[in-house]
């Protein structure tokens, strides 16, 4: 007869999985920021990344001229 299982206490979060989910959101926000308000401030790329999401931006309703 094989012996009985036994519980293996598993924590809820570990380190590295809370790294990767600030790491992720950060990234997103980021990219949420150049999609959205960027006007060449941070990408350095003229209006080139404002044109590419102009019309994202008015389907979002994002203020944009
Ligand atoms: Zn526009």
Do not use: K, N, T, W
Not at 42 to 65: I, Q, T
Request: glycine share 10%.
């Amino acid at each position: 007869m094989a012996a009985p299982a036994r519980s293996v206490a598993v924590p809820a979060y570990s380190p590295r999985l809370l790294a990767a989910a600030l790491l992720s959101i950060g990234v997103l926000l980021l990219l949420g920021y150049l999609v959205m308000f960027d006007q060449g401030a941070v990408s350095h790329s003229g209006m080139y990344l404002h044109e590419l999401m102009h019309d994202g931006r008015h389907l979002l309703g994002v203020p944009c001229h």
